[in-house]
């Protein structure tokens, strides 16, 4: 992938990121919207076992929320990795 931009779905358990952009169509960008999922925002995850949803963290407060990603969407949202 160019710019450093990669599917959320390849990254690994406890690594952070910023959503760069969603691959998909209006109603997938609009659904994750409405979960709080925007460009620009740090995401962490909290688990991706490389089967099953991936388990996100939206901000790095202990209030934040925690989201299920199926694999299919996982792929369709392009994110920078936050270090190394």
Not at 2 to 21: C, D, H, Q, Y
Not at 23 to 41: D, P
Not at 71 to 82: C, D, F, P
Request: charged letters at 25%.
């Amino acid at each position: 992938m160019s710019n450093g931009l990669l599917p959320l779905e390849f990254l690994n358990t406890g690594r952070e990121a910023v959503i760069k952009e969603v691959a998909g169509g209006m109603t997938l960008r609009h659904r994750l919207t409405e979960l709080g999922m925007v460009r620009g925002k740090t995401i962490r995850i909290i688990r991706n076992d490389n089967f099953g949803p991936i388990i996100i963290s939206l901000g790095n407060d202990s209030g934040s929320g925690r989201l299920a990603i199926g694999r299919g969407m996982a792929h369709k949202i392009m994110v920078e990795a936050v270090g190394e």
